[in-house]
């Protein structure tokens, strides 16, 4: 079992599509991050959100958006996405942005039709 | 950000100890190294992470060369738990992990 919870763990939507990806984690992490993994690659970092605030955004197209309403909960909204977007995206926790252990959870599988 | 080289795969028996290799030339002063590994279906797992001294945990011992370009993970008794995609990877500040290739495990009853 992960501590980190991420839902759904599986989304297929069209490219007209709103949908967005949930992420919780209630051990007082301050420090939070989306990463995207293509199949048989390794995990790529998208953004980090420290003390609720975007810190990194690693030059991510604009039709995926992150949010994170409150210390515990990290949100990515997206809309508009292309058939190369489908992907494993994994949601992480650390207790703070530095060079600790970041939590992972097992991630949503998305397919873009 | 500083890169690292692993094998891209590696095989043992199972019950004996695993040396996982890691090449990291590029290290610079403040880079920790963190190893991660990642099951079939599952997100990555920390293992463990160090900066100039061998390090210890329950799940394995990290061992770091006196000049940090490279560093050495050592599963002291490998499962069939442990087959996995072991990452070595070298953490910038922020805590930005920048994921590398990987090295494939496999073990053997």
């Known amino acids: 079992d992960t501590e980190v919870t991420q839902t759904p763990k599986h989304l297929v939507m069209g490219m007209t599509n709103k949908k967005s990806l949930k992420c919780e984690q209630h051990?007082?992490?301050?420090?939070m991050y989306w990463y995207k993994q293509k199949a048989k690659k390794p995990p790529e970092l998208m953004f980090v959100y420290s003390y609720e605030k975007l810190s990194i955004n690693e030059s991510v197209p604009s039709r995926f958006s992150p949010e994170c309403p409150n210390s515990s909960l990290l949100n990515l909204h997206l809309h508009a996405l292309q058939p190369e977007d489908s992907a494993l995206y994994l949601c992480?926790?650390?207790?703070?942005?530095?060079?600790?252990?970041?939590?992972f959870g097992d991630g949503t599988r998305l397919s873009i039709l | 950000d500083a890169k690292t080289t692993q094998p891209n795969s590696m095989e043992s028996n199972e019950e004996e100890p695993v040396h996982l290799p890691c090449n990291h030339s590029?290290?610079?002063?403040?880079?920790?190294i963190h190893w991660y590994r990642q099951l079939p279906s599952q997100g990555p797992e920390y293992v463990i992470h160090?900066?100039?001294s061998n390090v210890n945990n329950r799940m394995a011992s990290l061992a770091i060369a006196e000049d940090r370009k490279s560093s050495t993970l050592i599963l002291h008794r490998a499962t069939l738990r442990d087959a996995a995609v072991y990452y070595c990877i070298l953490g910038a500040a922020g805590n930005k992990l920048t994921f590398g290739g990987g090295t494939r495990v496999l073990v053997k009853p």
């Open positions: 051990m007082g992490h301050r420090a």
């Open positions: 590029t290290i610079s002063g403040t880079d920790y």
């Open positions: 160090g900066l100039t």
């Open positions: 992480a926790s650390s207790p703070y942005g530095g060079p600790g252990p970041q939590h």
